[in-house]
């Protein structure tokens, strides 16, 4: 669309063009229910296949009324591509969360992943990218209400902060996460549009908004290799099914509903039901790397060196294949470090091919076929039961965990012995079904599993919050894309497990992914200054050397601290604070360490306020989510009480840890925060 005057009243010109999108969507998705498979395909399969491809294009194109078909606007000097000929008019682009054109295929919104979006989020005084203006709308109810302009190269306007910018970022938190591809940053951009060849890893504070990069990067890559990745495959693995829910609506919104998400434990418990749990001491030690070495070992000891030859009889001829031959082939097997499992399918047509060779010197023409039958001679299938037998994961490490011999066999050399003693069931269960794993235990019969046979790799794995998983962890999700490529999020500084990474460069070794590019975010959008500066005193003890979030937002005022007095009842004090924060809009967070959490919830009742549990969508009518500290990470609410400091550290096995969980705590506001303590506040606050 060509760059001219604007008419005497801007808005009613854009909300025009609104609608006309709006009524362009809609034509496009009429096409689509209006397509006529029944002459184009083949048989019922392909019909199906065709008919799911069409559903999920339907709802692509879904027009969401209270999400904006555009956001912004650029205005090009010249024609995009073309050459820069003097006085030649250039073009305009409305930027949006997905593409819209008209009857005549000509663009009115174009996709914010194209390259021609790519300057709304780049462009500047400095490098305007052949921008004459750049055009931010502002929306209330779905309703389009405000412009901004900048114009870029104009040397006589001044460079200021965006208000409609500020007012997208600070809009109150309610209902699930949203997408940011309105308020995406430079810095996160370039992260957002890195190829889908290499792995990335975003280290980011909070409020820095690595959780939406990790999601927009999965939109984008979507977008530029499509037909790679419906093949491959796409996965967002979460911490909790809390957290999954609470993001689950933002590639939705924009347009990419293929994409499944999933928790490490999700990934790992195909095989085995979760019902127990590990002390910390043992969860630490099943989740360091040295397991699967141990693991590896066990595998492998299965396998014996034949002590007899294989005597194959075919009619009235007898072939024998000597026992030294067969031990040379499973030396080689072994040399070779094949898969186990695929290992166990060789065997037998290694045996097979060796016979052949005796049928042809014996001068007859064996081909494949009697090569697949000899392989399925029982006397064949004896020996390889015998020598390279069949294993079973679960039963493995079941006998690794109940085994003391067995264990101590294969981890000498790599486990203590009081390491040993750790990790074996107090109470050996007496079959796979009857014992009661915990979450390690079903990490290591998947690393056990792939041991046998290999893992499905995926085209692209996203890892949110991944600080806290145990190298085992990030050894299971490795395996997931093995032959793909990974996003890496989290923050050294929000480690909550015994178990958290000490460093990325670590991490990503395990797994498997030591190439990739570590990025830093440091500016935040999300924290107020006040806040962030509070919860960044407890830097230098939970991880040394990291740089703090600098916040862009001041908000005087967003911080309250208040001691409540040994006469006063905390509850009560919790309670009223509560109703102080709802007067506000917005989303209300009472965050609090898990033991409280009965307590609080009993006086709110007894106060008529329900509550939500954490992950549930907030509405208008229901503001207030009643939050345990172990499951705040991730979250985020507008204006958070948080209940007795003290608790929570005291509520985790080391103060270290403790600490963390306090600083995500203290992390999880976008407006305002509210501590009250009747205890002493942690030293390290000050």
Not at 396 to 419: N, P, Q, S, Y
Not at 446 to 468: C, K, M, W
Not at 515 to 541: H, K, M, Q
Request: proline share 6%; with cysteine.
């Amino acid at each position: 669309m060509p760059a001219h005057e604007e008419s005497s009243n801007p808005l009613v010109r854009e909300r025009a063009h609104l609608a006309a999108s709006r009524a362009a969507l809609r034509a496009m998705r009429e096409d689509v229910q209006a397509l006529d498979i029944r002459d184009v395909t083949a048989n019922w399969v392909n019909a199906a296949v065709l008919q799911a491809q069409i559903d999920d294009r339907i709802k692509a194109l879904a027009d969401l009324s209270h999400t904006p078909l555009f956001f912004g606007r650029l205005d090009y000097l010249h024609v995009v591509g073309a050459e820069k000929a003097e006085g030649a008019e250039g073009e305009r682009f409305y930027i949006g969360r997905r593409h819209v054109h008209d009857a005549h295929g000509d663009p009115m919104v174009i996709d914010w992943r194209a390259p021609v979006s790519q300057p709304f989020y780049q462009a500047s005084r400095n490098n305007p990218l052949d921008v004459d203006r750049r055009r931010r709308f502002g929306y209330t109810g779905g309703e389009l209400t405000a412009y901004e302009d900048e114009h870029l190269t104009d040397p006589a306007e001044t460079e200021q902060t965006s208000k409609l910018l500020q007012a997208e970022i600070e809009r109150p938190r309610v209902g699930p996460m949203r997408d940011i591809v309105a308020t995406i940053q430079p810095e996160q951009d370039e992260i957002v549009r890195s190829g889908l060849g290499g792995s990335v890893c975003v280290q980011g504070g909070p409020g820095t908004g690595k959780t939406a990069v990790g999601l927009h990067r999965v939109a984008f890559l979507l977008y530029a290799h499509r037909d790679r990745l419906a093949r491959t495959g796409t996965l967002v693995i979460g911490p909790n099914r809390s957290f999954l829910h609470y993001i689950e609506q933002v590639l939705p919104a924009l347009g990419e509903l293929e994409v499944q998400q999933a928790t490490v434990e999700d990934l790992v418990t195909a095989r085995v039901e979760v019902r127990g749990t590990d002390e910390a001491p043992a969860a630490v030690i099943k989740g360091d790397a040295r397991m699967a070495e141990v693991l590896r070992r066990a595998i492998r000891s299965h396998v014996t060196p034949p002590a007899e030859p294989v005597v194959v009889v075919r009619g009235s001829r007898r072939w024998r294949v000597p026992a030294y031959e067969i031990d040379e082939m499973v030396q080689e097997l072994l040399a070779r470090d094949m898969r186990y499992g695929a290992a166990h399918e060789a065997l037998p047509q290694r045996i097979a091919h060796a016979v052949l060779v005796r049928m042809e010197e014996a001068g007859e023409a064996p081909d494949d076929r009697v090569q697949n039958a000899v392989a399925r001679n029982p006397a064949v299938k004896a020996a390889v039961k015998e020598i390279w037998p069949a294993v079973e994961p679960a039963k493995l490490v079941l006998r690794l965990l109940t085994d003391a011999d067995f264990l101590a066999a294969h981890a000498e050399g790599i486990l203590t012995c009081d390491e040993q003693k750790q990790i074996l069931m107090a109470r050996p269960a007496r079959s796979v079904k009857s014992a009661k794993w915990s979450a390690a235990d079903a990490v290591l019969i998947d690393e056990a599993a792939d041991l046998v046979a290999r893992t499905h790799s995926l085209g692209h794995v996203v890892i949110d919050e991944a600080q806290d998983l145990s190298p085992m962890q990030y050894r299971a999700v490795g395996r997931r894309c093995s032959t793909g490529s990974a996003t890496v999020l989290g923050d050294l500084a929000q480690g909550t497990t015994p178990w958290s990474t000490q460093s990325w460069e670590q991490a990503l070794f395990h797994l498997g992914k030591a190439d990739a590019v570590v990025e830093e975010l440091t500016a935040g959008f999300r924290v107020p200054r006040e806040v962030i500066a509070y919860a960044s005193r407890l830097l230098p003890a939970i991880s040394p050397g990291l740089a703090p979030v600098e916040s862009v937002r001041e908000t005087p005022g967003s911080l309250t601290v208040r001691e409540v007095a040994a006469s006063e009842d905390l509850d009560a004090a919790v309670v009223a604070a509560c109703e102080e924060s709802l007067r506000h809009e917005g989303s209300i967070g009472l965050i609090a360490a898990d033991a409280r959490i009965p307590a609080l919830s009993a006086a709110l009742a007894e106060a008529g306020h329900g509550v939500l549990s954490p992950g549930e969508e907030t509405t208008a009518e229901s503001r207030l989510t009643l939050v345990p500290a172990s499951l705040a990470k991730g979250l985020e609410y507008d204006y958070v009480v948080l209940d007795e400091p003290a608790a929570v550290v005291d509520g985790e096995p080391d103060e270290r840890t403790g600490l963390r969980r306090l600083y995500v705590a203290l992390t999880r506001a976008v407006s305002g925060l509210v501590v009250l303590h009747a205890a002493p506040l942690p030293e390290q606050l000050g």
